[in-house]
C-alpha cells in the first residue's frame, strides 16, 4: 500500500518541529521527557511510512508502541512542567 499525503506531510511537519525542541530543550524551556516524547513520536510517523512498503505487521508494531511511548513521556513532562511551575522559588 502507497503512502498518504497526509503521513508525509506530518513526517515534515514534525521533522521541522524537532529544530526548535531541541533549542528549547538547550535553553531549559522544556523538559527532556518533551523531547523524547517528540522522538518517539518522529519515529512513529517514520514507522508508518514504512509499513507501506516493507515488513507491515512489524512496522505496525513498532508505530504503536513509539506512539505509546510518546504519550507516556508527553504525560511525564507535563507533570514537570506542573510541578515546576508550583514550586515555590
Known amino acids: 500500500m502507497p503512502i498518504q499525503e497526509s ?12 529544530p526548535i525542541a ?3 530543550f538547550r535553553a531549559g524551556a522544556l523538559p527532556g521527557a518533551a523531547l523524547a516524547g517528540l522522538g518517539f513520536l518522529l519515529g512513529a510517523y517514520v514507522f508508518t ?24 513521556a508527553f504525560a511525564i513532562a507535563a507533570a514537570r512542567i506542573a510541578r515546576s511551575r508550583t514550586e515555590p522559588t
Do not use: K, N, Q, W
Not at 50 to 71: C, I, K, N, Q
Open 49 to 72: 511510512i514504512v509499513e507501506g512498503f516493507v515488513l507491515r505487521p512489524l512496522f505496525d508494531a513498532l508505530e504503536h508502541v513509539s506512539l505509546a511511548a510518546s504519550g507516556v
Open 7 to 18: 503521513e508525509g506531510i506530518t513526517l515534515i511537519l514534525g521533522l521541522i518541529a524537532a
Open 22 to 24: 531541541l533549542r528549547l
